[in-house]
C-alpha cells in the first residue's frame, strides 16, 4: 500500500511536468499568436492538426505526443518516461525521425522554406533522393537560400543518378538550356530518356521535342511521335498538343486532320493556349471538322486570353476586316496591341496601319510612326529585310499625310540605318527619342 501511496506522489508531480512542458512546445509552435488560446495543459486533437499543418512536422514529436495522451492515465511511470524521451528527441533533434525528408517535403509544400532547408539539407546528404530534389528546386528557384544553379545541378544530379524520374527531367532541361551547366543538348537527351522511360510524362514530352526538332539526337518524327503519345495518353497537355501538330502536319504519320482535332481539344481544354489556338485554326478552315467560324473565334479567344500572341493577331485581324465577328475598330487595336507588345511584327504593321488610317479619333500620326519603326525592327530579327523597307516608306509618306513631328519623321532614317547595319543614310540622323 505505501509503495502505490509512493508512485502516486511520483507520478502525479510528473504528470503535471510533462503536460506543462508538452503545453508549452506545443505553445510555441502556434502558427499565429491569436491562435494560442487554443492550447491547454492537454494537448489536443486540434492542437495536434495545427502543429502538422503549421510546420513543426517531426513525426516523432507528434507521435510522442499522441503516446503520452494514450498512457497518461495508466499510472505506469516507464511508459511515461518512454513518451516523454520520444517527444523531447523529437523536439530537439528532428532529425532523428525516419521520415525526416517527409517533413522538408511539407515545409515547402507550407511556403516555410527556411525552415525546410534545414531539414531537406540533413535528409539529402542521408542520401534521401527525394529530399535531394527538393533542395535542388530550392537552390534554383532561391526558396530559403540564396539562388545558386551550380549547387542545384549538385544535387538534382545526385538524386537523378539515384533514379528520381522528377530530377531527372529537370536535370535535363538544365543541360538542354545551360542552366548551371554547360548547354549540352546530348546530355539533356540522356536525362530525359531516363526520366521518360520510368513513365514521366513530362520527361516523355520534352524528348518528344527533342527528337521532333533534332536536338541533341538525329531527328526522327516517328520517336517523337511514340513519346508524345505516351505522355498525352497520361492527360499531359504540352504533349497532347504536340501530338496534334504531329497529326496536322503529316509528321511521322499519315497527315489526319480529324485525329489533329481530338489531341487539340483535349489540351484546350485543359487551358493550354496553343492547343486553343490551333483548334481555332481548325474551324477556321474547315480541317477535321465543319467550317465553324463561332466556334473559331471561341478558341482565338480563350487562347488571346490565354496570352498567345498568334491568336491575338488573328483575332484582331478578325474584328478590323468583320470575319466571323461584328467589324469592331476598337477592339481590333485592342488585340493587335497585345500581341503587338509581345514583338509580334505582323501585329504591330496592322496596329500602325489602324492609327494611321482610321477615320476617327483612333487615328495618330505618332503612333503609327512608332509602330511601323517597331514593326521594322522586328521583321529584321526575323530576317524579313523587304518587310523592314516596307516600313521606312510607311513612314515616309506618314510626314506629309499626317504631318508627324521631327523626332518621328527621323525615325525612317533611323529604320534604315539598322537595314543597312550602320551605312548612315544621306539625311541627317535623328534625334534621340524614347519610342512608347
Aim: hydrophobic letters at 40%; a positive charge.
Amino acid at each position: 500500500m505505501q509503495a502505490e501511496i509512493g508512485e502516486v506522489k511520483i507520478y502525479r508531480p510528473l504528470i503535471h511536468i510533462s503536460s506543462t512542458i508538452i503545453s508549452t512546445m506545443l505553445h510555441s509552435y502556434s502558427t499565429c499568436p491569436e491562435d494560442r488560446d487554443i492550447w491547454s495543459s492537454n494537448p489536443s486533437d486540434e492542437a495536434e492538426t495545427k502543429i502538422e499543418e503549421g510546420g513543426f512536422c517531426c513525426p516523432l514529436f507528434i507521435k510522442g505526443i499522441r503516446y503520452w495522451r494514450l498512457i497518461v492515465g495508466e499510472k505506469d511511470l516507464f511508459k511515461l518516461t518512454l513518451a516523454c524521451l520520444l517527444v523531447l528527441v523529437g523536439w530537439v533533434k528532428p532529425g532523428f525521425a525516419a521520415d525526416v525528408a517527409d517533413c522538408c517535403e511539407q515545409l515547402y509544400k507550407n511556403g516555410q522554406y527556411e525552415q525546410a532547408f534545414p531539414l531537406c539539407r540533413e535528409a539529402s546528404e542521408q542520401g534521401d533522393s527525394h529530399a535531394q530534389f527538393i533542395l535542388g528546386k530550392m537552390y534554383y528557384f532561391g526558396k530559403g537560400i540564396k539562388q545558386d544553379y551550380v549547387k542545384a545541378v549538385k544535387w538534382y544530379l545526385k538524386a537523378s543518378e539515384q533514379g528520381n524520374a522528377k530530377a531527372q527531367n529537370i536535370l535535363g532541361w538544365m543541360y538542354n538550356f545551360g542552366k548551371g551547366v554547360q548547354q549540352d543538348e546530348t546530355e539533356a537527351v540522356k536525362w530525359y530518356l531516363k526520366a521518360a522511360e520510368q513513365g514521366y510524362a513530362k520527361a516523355q514530352c520534352n524528348l518528344g521535342w527533342m527528337y521532333c526538332f533534332g536536338k541533341g539526337v538525329q531527328q526522327d518524327y516517328a520517336k517523337a511521335l511514340k513519346w508524345f503519345q505516351k505522355a498525352a495518353e497520361q492527360g499531359y497537355a504540352k504533349a497532347q498538343y504536340g501530338l496534334a501538330e504531329m497529326y496536322a502536319r503529316g509528321k511521322g504519320v499519315k497527315q489526319d486532320y480529324v485525329k489533329a482535332v481530338k489531341w487539340y481539344l483535349k489540351a484546350a481544354e485543359q487551358g493550354y493556349a496553343k492547343a486553343q489556338y490551333g483548334l481555332a485554326v481548325m474551324y477556321a478552315r474547315g480541317k477535321g471538322v465543319k467550317q465553324d467560324y463561332v466556334k473559331a473565334v471561341k478558341w482565338y479567344l480563350e487562347a488571346a486570353e490565354g496570352g498567345n500572341a498568334d491568336a491575338q493577331f488573328i483575332l484582331g485581324w478578325m474584328y478590323d476586316f468583320g470575319k466571323g465577328v461584328q467589324q469592331d475598330e476598337t477592339e481590333a487595336v485592342k488585340w493587335y496591341l497585345k500581341a503587338a507588345e509581345q514583338g509580334y511584327a505582323k501585329a504591330q504593321f496592322n496596329l500602325a496601319v489602324t492609327y494611321s488610317s482610321s477615320k476617327d479619333v483612333l487615328q495618330n500620326g505618332e503612333s503609327a510612326a512608332d509602330w511601323y519603326y517597331k514593326a521594322g525592327l522586328s521583321y529584321l530579327k526575323e530576317g524579313k529585310k523587304e518587310d523592314a523597307l516596307r516600313c521606312v516608306e510607311r513612314i515616309k509618306d506618314l510626314k506629309t499625310v499626317l504631318h508627324l513631328s521631327v523626332p518621328n519623321a527621323f525615325l525612317a532614317d533611323k529604320l534604315l540605318t539598322n537595314i543597312y547595319r550602320g551605312v548612315a543614310p544621306k539625311t541627317s540622323p535623328a534625334p534621340e527619342r524614347s519610342i512608347k
